[in-house]
């Protein structure tokens, strides 16, 4: 704890991450409720939403990371 640490997480992957967990959870979610995946009927659109949801949810998580690495290389220890 007494000694200098930065972030090492690399932002991509936890973006990627993420993204992944959100697409797959909604997905799971959308066949509970609905009793079909959101791509078997592909023209009714359904599975737009959580395509726009899945890049949205990586773009910002990419950001959050991207920040929190910045903010973590100038932090130094008060010990």
Known sequence: MGTKRRSY??????????????FI???LLYWYFNGNLPFTPFAYFDWFQNAVGTLAMGFLVLIVEFV???????????S
């Open 9 to 22: 997480r690399n932002p991509f992957f936890s973006a990627f991450i993420c993204a992944l967990l959100y």
């Open 25 to 27: 959870i909604s997905n």
């Open 68 to 78: 929190r690495n910045l903010l973590g290389k100038g932090v130094d220890s008060a």
